[in-house]
């Protein structure tokens, strides 16, 4: 769902924060409009409403873990984690975490990719929401979801800060929600008008 259209409709902070995201066409390939959030980070105010946003959403939800996805769910879910009182657990590309981990793979367009936990960061029945910048096709919250229920989490709710209206892969989200606060900005200004919008990774 989007932060529209649960509560938040005609919220003047939504179009801050699409504003603050910029686009960059053709990147990392032909074709692709890239949802560049570095640059909401610069912008105090749209970096403050994109995390107030969220932890309004989940302050009352008894969350006590936020998972953020590698690498760009790490830049809000730390804020998050912290404001509701939940302790932050990276998910994390193959051989990047020093400890004992249990993995969980899927699949991309062409190959595969993985993500690991560290073995104890997650206690059984402990409530979790999943954290990423953008979801395009779904396959790397899937990932995690199951990550995170084979220690014994209840997932609770994913949330990016962007996403499609129709998510293609929302369906592989094992019935859970998705919280999306804006849309895909498609272009930048005039002179790309004609670049059509593509969905960068979302991992």
């Known amino acids: 769902m989007f932060a529209a259209e649960n509560g938040l409709k005609g919220d003047p902070r939504l179009q801050g924060i699409s504003e603050a995201i910029r686009v960059v066409p053709h990147f990392p390939k032909q074709g692709i409009m890239f949802q560049d959030i570095t640059t909401l980070l610069l912008d105090h105010k749209a970096f403050k409403d994109t995390v107030d ?54 699949e991309l367009e062409y190959g595969t990719d993985c993500l690991e936990i560290h073995v104890g960061a997650v206690q059984p029945g402990e409530r979790a929401i999943v954290i990423d910048d953008l979801v395009a096709t779904g396959g790397t919250l899937s990932a995690a979801i199951r990550l995170l229920e084979r220690v014994g989490a209840e997932v609770v709710e994913c949330a990016c800060v962007v996403g499609l209206r129709d998510v293609k892969g929302q369906s592989r989200l094992n019935g859970k929600p998705l919280y999306i606060l804006v849309e895909p900005r498609q272009v930048c200004d005039y002179e790309y008008a004609r670049v059509d919008f593509a969905e960068n990774d979302d991992a």
Not at 60 to 81: H, Q, T, W, Y
Not at 83 to 102: H, M, N, Q, S, Y
């Open 53 to 106: 946003i969220f932890v309004d959403r989940y302050r009352d939800m008894d969350i006590s873990v936020v998972a953020g996805v590698e690498a760009r769910g790490f830049m809000f879910g730390p804020a998050i984690a912290l404001a509701v009182g939940a302790k932050f657990v990276p998910l994390r590309k193959p051989r990047k975490l020093p400890g004992e981990v249990i993995s969980e793979a899927y």
